[in-house]
């Protein structure tokens, strides 16, 4: 999966996790969304590590027949919201979540400006499920604001999880979907920082809004999600609503770049 977030983006136009705690500032509001029809994940999804060539990326390959249109059942990484309805909490990293992050002393940013971010999303399934972001502190109540957003809207995510610095080098298997903000690494190719390592971007579906540069696409299974006409759940399309949410709050979409495309990749910066 690391080979993903370290994609993204080059031009500008396992412990178990903490429970949410939901402090008096958290916020809830209704959702509406019935039961979908996701499937389990395949056996082997995330299984078959590909062989890396000498630029760093393991070569693009044709999508599988189970994955052209991916509407996996979402696996609960923390407890889904009981009543169903859309919560949201914003507060101090914990300790215990920031030893699991990408996050070290060497960051280009302190911890003390980082927020830890709960919020509820969609998943394929239909159901309330609950994810988990590291963000800018600068940011968080503007994501919050996206995610009731995409939530209320039923725009379907798969997973919301925050990756260990060891997540981040992990060999690439191609099927990567997490949802997720924070990742402390450079550019690939690059001397600058990320700003996925400030807190200041996020990558939202990554297997159905793929990277594209030439001939790397990442994740590398998600050729077919390239054909954008083909629109399926979970895509970030133009004038539709992930797009016009981050819009919204200011944050730029990848899909616009014109040297390369990253549909995933949405900033506070355009970078």
Same mark, same amino acid.
């Given at each position: ?55 760093? !990326?393991?070569?693009?390959?044709? +999508? ?9 059942? +979402?696996? $609960? ?11 949201? +909490? ?33 998943? !394929? $399934? ?24 995409? !939530? ?26 997490? +949802? ?22 996020? $990558? ?22 390239? $054909? ?44």
């Amino acid at each position: 999966m690391g080979s993903v977030l370290s994609a993204c983006s080059a031009v500008p136009a396992s412990a178990e996790p903490d429970k949410p705690t939901h402090t008096p500032s958290a916020r809830a509001d209704s959702g509406s969304g019935t039961t979908g029809d996701a499937g389990a994940a395949p056996p082997w999804l995330g299984k078959r590590v590909l062989p890396v060539g000498p630029q760093g !990326f393991a070569a693009a390959q044709a +999508t599988p027949p189970e994955l052209r249109h991916r509407s996996i059942v +979402t696996v $609960d990484d923390l407890a889904p919201p009981a009543d169903g309805r859309f919560h949201a +909490t914003v507060q101090a990293v914990p300790a215990a979540v920031l030893a699991r992050s990408s996050w070290t002393r060497n960051c280009p940013i302190a911890a003390a400006d980082l927020r830890y971010v709960t919020v509820v999303f969609r998943g !394929f $399934d239909g159901r309330a499920h609950t994810g988990e972001l590291l963000v800018n502190a600068r940011v968080a109540d503007d994501l919050v604001t996206v995610f009731k957003r995409l !939530f209320t809207a039923g725009f379907p995510i798969e997973r919301m999880r925050i990756t260990s610095a060891a997540g981040l080098k992990a060999p690439p298997t191609g099927d990567h979907n997490t +949802t997720e903000v924070y990742a402390c690494r450079p550019v690939r190719g690059h001397q600058g920082w990320s700003q996925h390592a400030y807190g200041l971007a996020i $990558d939202l579906n990554p297997f159905q809004n793929p990277y594209q540069k030439g001939k790397v696409v990442l994740p590398e299974l998600a050729t077919s999600y390239l $054909d954008r006409a083909d629109a399926r759940p979970g895509m970030a399309q133009p004038r539709e609503e992930a797009v016009r949410a981050f819009a919204a709050i200011g944050w730029q979409w990848g899909g616009d770049y014109r040297s390369l495309k990253d549909y995933m990749h949405f900033s506070a910066t355009g970078g």
